[in-house]
């Protein structure tokens, strides 16, 4: 399993919460976690609180406590119910979770059932649509992709998660929340791809973007001036695609 952070949450089993799709973690501490769930803090900011009950062997004793990380590492911050296609059998339905720090996709029949984890081709959730390409396009890896557009040259969206621990000094993006209760921040990004010639090539709003795309470099060049797009908008990439496609 690829994880990217030393304070690695592993997914294993769930229950139910304010909007019905959670999960219980293991956080490479002493003290396996009781429980998970996602929520708002005042500044109405997505936190991740893991649950714990430390058992003193000694004294007899069992303490609460909790730990608190600022954002989540699911993809749209949530369970989802959908239908999925399981190893040999049909397509049924359940409620999953697509980790991004971690790559992966974890599945459960329903709330009280624990959950495993899946390794599909292609998957659906809310209403995005993602697939591994590592044997069909050069540079693609082992990883999911959301195909924002299948005509050539196909354009794809690539989600990530970072695990910053607080302890690393780490600046959040959360206006006034107050790090230092928080064990480290979840930071989400989004990348895009145009398929040219079967290789990846990063959308990005330098030129050498715009040389790199070969037979469809100074097209695009001439659509990106006089359209005047910006690279950093999903739309306006939307756009560049859809243009190079009618060529």
Known sequence: MKTFLSLSLLLVSFFSFSQDNVAYFLDKISTASSGSRI???AEGDTILVSEYDAKNVRL???????????GTPYFKNGWFKEKVLLEGGEPVEGLIAFNLEQNTL???KNKSTPSVELKPLEFRINGHNFSRYEDEIKGAGDYYYETLSYSEPMLLKLYDCKFTPSSSGVSTGYGSSNSSIYEGEFEK???FYLVVDNK?????????FLKNLGKYSETASTIVKKDKLNMKKQGDIVSLSKSLSKI
């Open 106 to 108: 974890y599945y459960s």
């Open 39 to 41: 929520d708002v803090n």
């Open 60 to 70: 007899n004793t069992t303490q609460a406590f909790e730990k608190k990380y600022l």
């Open 189 to 191: 990004r989004e990348r």
């Open 200 to 208: 990846m090539i990063l959308v990005s709003h330098k030129k050498s």
